[in-house]
């Protein structure tokens, strides 16, 4: 190893010198002194008296001139190289790769694992494993015959003491905390903790104390695992449980039979003209949860877009003259509309995952390139298995409690080989990195399983989120489960709303079901309860233009609504359709 005391005994000594210096001579000592150069008297710093006082600055030549003393040059060069690299005060990933690679050489690095022997030199993995609690568990167990030596049981010993009580102590300090181990042997238990990388040196950035530790991250997730519980059930005042997503992708089909989907050339998405049209005729998700998924209507667009290429719904058509090329409903899609819900998901399920169930495939649902690999998908799919099928189907949790549980018993970014490049130019930090999988695992739950059907959420009564796994949610991650996909699926919307007799809709509850389908042939004027709709000639005419037949429509409006439809309205409907006719 290098950098790091080679006589532990003396080492203690000169910190225990080093403990009655001022913090300014300390800084003096290492930010202005030089090895092997010598300080000239032009100096005034009034540390320099100090540090001569104690020996560790002697007279150079010349009069006046001063430099490190002899017997003080390697402490001083060890102080210098802790100085570099302030672990406890900035750990992160990205300055354990360079301690690792500056402490430890070559043949150090692969003896500290097995599976490193041929990769001594993959920094970012010995990060991971020597930064992990696991590692904490297993790197000072029995090796060869040389197992209980006094050296072993005495790393133990300060290992217990760092896990369980403080994780990082002042290195001058430890015979207070240790007074019935003799010096040579916590000396011996040290420097072996520090060779199998299980503790650390760094220095305190306010006093340049140096401290010896286990890796912070760890110790904090030790202690998190100690009083982070799995979430508990949450009381929920609203929910929210519909496939969105298939009724976003039938609405824009719709659209698509007037007029196919035109695209920016630059970046194949559409025009914002388009988005503002279409996102009038989408149904509307509760403020609460728009805002706790990020779903807003333009994103909402972007995915059915995405599930319609996914699907084979909607294809590439003839290139327009200052676009790209547009998208327009597929062979296949004339039917699939007509389809009850439950149908037209099934479908949408078996086209992205396929029939045998391939839930990796979710992720292409998902805007996160550093998924789109094979290798990634198959790392982090297991993690969001298991993660999602801990969530109880009868109740609701709090997704924060949720989130944040989950982060605290691990993640597939631990050893940091899946993080995105714009997570920055280094690697980034543990912290980071758990908030990364705390992001991810809402943008799935957000993108994937409520667009889907696949979880219900839910409000409590001080704004908390949560959410509970459906059967549909299940299925979409090959979970067993106990009814069918189509069992939460069914259209219940029946008696939700009443038609007037002026073409207004006045919704009694909220119902996506029927907020959606009513999207597609009326205009507009609210959202949730209230008048949410008007009927109007051209609102008529546009549904016309999609396909829609006036039984459809007249059957929707009977469906869902509480009383008879008003005469006027039922005889305007087919004569303003007939005329919209082609």
Same mark, same amino acid.
């Given at each position: 190893?290098?950098?790091?005391?080679?006589?532990?005994?003396?080492?203690?000594?000169?910190?225990?010198?080093?403990? +009655?210096?001022?913090?300014?001579?300390? *800084?003096?000592?290492?930010?202005?002194?030089?090895? #092997?150069?010598?300080?000239?008297?032009?100096?005034?710093?009034?540390?320099?008296?100090?540090?001569?006082?104690? #020996?560790?600055?002697?007279?150079?030549?010349?009069?006046?001139?001063?430099?490190?003393?002899?017997?003080?040059?390697?402490?001083?060069?060890?102080?210098?190289?802790?100085?570099?690299?302030?672990? &406890?005060?900035?750990?992160?990933?990205?300055?354990?790769?360079?301690?690792?690679?500056?402490?430890?050489?070559?043949?150090?690095?692969?003896?500290?694992?097995?599976? !490193?022997?041929? @990769?001594?030199?993959? @920094?970012?993995?010995?990060?991971?494993?020597?930064?992990?609690?696991?590692?904490?568990?297993?790197?000072?167990?029995?090796? /060869?015959?040389?197992?209980?030596?006094?050296?072993?049981?005495?790393?133990?010993?300060?290992?217990?003491?760092?896990?369980?009580?403080?994780?990082?102590?002042?290195?001058?300090?430890?015979?207070?905390?240790?007074?019935?181990?003799?010096?040579?042997?916590?000396?011996? #238990?040290?420097?072996?903790?520090?060779?199998?990388?299980?503790?650390?040196?760094?220095?305190?950035?306010?006093?340049?104390?140096?401290?010896?530790?286990?890796?912070?991250?760890?110790? *904090?997730?030790? *202690?998190?695992?100690?009083?982070?519980?799995?979430?508990?059930?949450?009381?929920?005042?609203?929910?929210?449980?519909?496939?969105?997503?298939?009724?976003?992708?039938?609405?824009?089909? !719709?659209?698509?039979?007037?007029?196919?989907?035109?695209?920016?050339?630059?970046?194949?998405?559409?025009?914002? *003209?388009?988005? +503002?049209?279409?996102?009038?005729?989408? =149904?509307?998700?509760?403020?609460?949860?728009?805002?706790?998924?990020?779903?807003?209507?333009?994103?909402?667009?972007?995915?059915?877009?995405?599930?319609?290429?996914?699907?084979?719904?909607?294809?590439?058509?003839?290139?327009?003259?200052?676009?790209?090329?547009?998208?327009?409903?597929?062979?296949?899609?004339?039917?699939?509309? +007509?389809?009850?819900?439950? +149908?037209?998901?099934?479908?949408?399920?078996?086209?992205?995952?396929?029939?045998?169930?391939?839930?990796?495939?979710?992720?292409? @649902?998902?805007?996160?390139?550093?998924?789109?690999?094979?290798?990634?998908?198959?790392?982090?799919?297991?993690?969001?298995?298991?993660? &999602?099928?801990?969530?109880?189907?009868?109740?609701?949790?709090?997704?924060?409690?949720?989130?944040?549980?989950?982060?605290?018993?691990?993640?597939?970014?631990?050893?940091?080989?899946?993080?995105?490049?714009?997570?920055?130019?280094?690697?980034?930090?543990?912290?980071?990195?758990?908030?990364?999988?705390?992001?991810? !695992?809402?943008?799935?739950?957000?993108?994937?399983?409520?667009?889907?059907?696949?979880?219900?959420?839910?409000?409590?009564?001080?704004?908390?989120?949560?959410?509970?796994?459906?059967?549909?949610?299940?299925?979409?991650?090959? @979970?067993?489960?106990?009814?069918?996909?189509?069992?939460?699926?069914?259209?219940?919307?029946? /008696?939700?709303?009443?038609?007037?007799?002026?073409?207004?809709?006045?919704?009694?509850?909220?119902?996506?079901?029927?907020?959606?389908?009513?999207? %597609?042939?009326?205009?507009?004027?609210?959202?949730?309860?209230?008048?949410?709709?008007?009927?109007?000639?051209?609102?008529?005419?546009?549904?016309?233009?999609?396909?829609?037949?006036?039984?459809?429509? =007249?059957?929707?409006?009977?469906?869902?609504? %509480?009383?008879?439809?008003?005469?006027?309205?039922?005889?305007?409907?087919?004569?303003?359709?007939?005329?919209?006719?082609?």
């Amino acid at each position: 190893m290098r950098l790091f005391p080679t006589d532990w005994l003396g080492y203690l000594d000169q910190l225990a010198q080093w403990g +009655e210096l001022s913090i300014a001579a300390r *800084r003096t000592f290492l930010d202005g002194m030089t090895p #092997g150069l010598s300080l000239p008297p032009a100096s005034a710093d009034p540390g320099i008296s100090e540090l001569r006082d104690a #020996g560790l600055l002697v007279e150079a030549g010349s009069t006046g001139y001063v430099t490190v003393a002899e017997g003080s040059a390697q402490f001083h060069q060890v102080m210098k190289a802790l100085e570099k690299y302030p672990l &406890f005060e900035v750990p992160g990933l990205a300055a354990l790769t360079a301690y690792l690679s500056e402490h430890y050489t070559q043949q150090d690095r692969s003896q500290l694992h097995e599976s !490193l022997a041929l @990769l001594p030199n993959d @920094l970012p993995r010995i990060a991971g494993f020597v930064s992990s609690v696991e590692w904490l568990g297993g790197a000072l167990a029995p090796r /060869g015959k040389a197992a209980e030596s006094a050296d072993s049981g005495t790393a133990r010993l300060l290992l217990q003491f760092f896990t369980e009580q403080r994780d990082r102590i002042p290195v001058r300090d430890l015979e207070e905390y240790f007074p019935g181990v003799p010096r040579d042997e916590l000396c011996a #238990g040290v420097r072996l903790g520090i060779q199998r990388a299980v503790f650390f040196l760094g220095l305190r950035r306010s006093d340049l104390e140096p401290l010896v530790g286990i890796w912070p991250a760890a110790a *904090r997730r030790l *202690r998190r695992l100690s009083v982070v519980l799995a979430p508990e059930p949450v009381a929920v005042t609203r929910v929210f449980r519909h496939p969105f997503l298939v009724d976003d992708l039938t609405t824009l089909l !719709l659209a698509a039979r007037v007029v196919p989907i035109p695209l920016r050339r630059d970046d194949d998405k559409p025009y914002t *003209r388009f988005v +503002e049209e279409a996102g009038a005729m989408l =149904l509307s998700l509760p403020d609460w949860l728009e805002s706790f998924t990020g779903l807003s209507l333009e994103v909402r667009i972007g995915l059915a877009l995405q599930a319609a290429r996914l699907t084979g719904l909607l294809v590439p058509g003839a290139a327009g003259r200052a676009g790209g090329m547009p998208l327009a409903p597929s062979a296949e899609s004339a039917a699939w509309i +007509e389809k009850p819900l439950a +149908e037209r998901l099934a479908y949408v399920m078996t086209a992205i995952c396929g029939v045998r169930g391939k839930p990796s495939c979710l992720f292409d @649902l998902m805007e996160e390139d550093w998924t789109s690999s094979d290798g990634a998908r198959e790392e982090i799919l297991p993690w969001l298995v298991q993660a &999602f099928s801990s969530v109880p189907a009868t109740t609701h949790i709090g997704f924060a409690d949720f989130a944040e549980y989950q982060a605290a018993i691990g993640s597939p970014l631990a050893t940091a080989p899946l993080l995105p490049e714009s997570a920055g130019s280094g690697l980034a930090t543990e912290e980071a990195m758990e908030e990364l999988w705390k992001s991810f !695992l809402g943008i799935f739950l957000g993108r994937c399983l409520l667009a889907l059907g696949g979880a219900e959420a839910g409000i409590t009564a001080d704004a908390r989120p949560g959410f509970r796994m459906t059967d549909t949610g299940r299925a979409l991650l090959g @979970l067993p489960r106990d009814g069918l996909p189509d069992r939460e699926t069914a259209e219940d919307d029946a /008696g939700t709303l009443v038609v007037q007799p002026n073409f207004e809709v006045v919704f009694l509850a909220p119902s996506p079901g029927a907020e959606a389908s009513l999207g %597609r042939f009326c205009e507009r004027v609210g959202r949730e309860v209230g008048v949410l709709f008007r009927i109007t000639r051209q609102s008529v005419a546009r549904a016309a233009s999609a396909g829609l037949r006036p039984e459809q429509v =007249l059957e929707t409006l009977a469906r869902t609504s %509480r009383s008879p439809i008003p005469t006027n309205v039922a005889h305007e409907i087919p004569g303003w359709m007939a005329a919209a006719a082609p």
